[in-house]
């Protein structure tokens, strides 16, 4: 098991520019630490970032077979999903995650915009003004920009 410092260094490296790089560190990292779910994060968040999401899947799918309990890898698996518009994936991981972390507000917003990907608007505003009284700030300035839509229109 890594210690705080080796977890510490590793979130820190995703801070890079230069993310094929640092996927080449986590890789290095890996090959130490097999089993550490934060570094499969961490590199499935930088191939997200490049674009490739299917490594990112992949790396969220490991993340969850070293730690099932990991809201942070559904969360994330469930984005790249969402990113690929496949929402029922995406909502499928989202409510794992919700049952292991039911504050996570970030799901809540991320759920939100795969019910407006599926057209479902009742489902979408829920999950707004969920993530909204969490304290997503997302989910506050997208809620206020509806209210203001709706005042002028009207």
């Known amino acids: 098991m890594a210690d705080a410092t080796v977890k510490d260094f590793v979130v820190k490296v995703l801070e890079s520019d230069n993310l094929p790089n640092v996927i080449t560190v986590y890789d290095a990292i890996l090959k130490i630490y097999p089993n550490e779910s934060i570094i499969y994060i961490c590199r499935g968040i930088a191939y997200a970032r490049l674009n490739d999401l299917?490594?990112?899947i992949d790396s969220f799918n490991r993340t969850i077979?070293?730690?099932s309990?990991?809201?942070?890898?559904?969360y994330n698996r469930g984005?790249?999903?969402l990113k690929l518009r496949d929402y029922g994936k995406a909502l499928a991981d989202y409510k794992r995650a919700l049952i292991l972390k039911p504050s996570f507000s970030r799901v809540y917003f991320y759920r939100g915009l795969a019910f407006l990907g599926l057209n479902q608007q009742k489902s979408?505003?829920?999950n707004?003004?969920?993530a909204a009284m969490l304290g997503n700030q997302r989910a506050?300035?997208?809620l206020a920009t509806q209210a203001t839509e709706k005042s002028y229109c009207q």
Do not use: M, S
């Open 54 to 56: 299917q490594k990112a």
């Open 65 to 67: 077979e070293v730690d």
């Open 69 to 74: 309990t990991n809201a942070f890898g559904f």
């Open 79 to 81: 984005t790249a999903y």
């Open 124 to 126: 979408a505003q829920f």
């Open 128 to 130: 707004f003004r969920k």
């Open 140 to 142: 506050k300035e997208y």
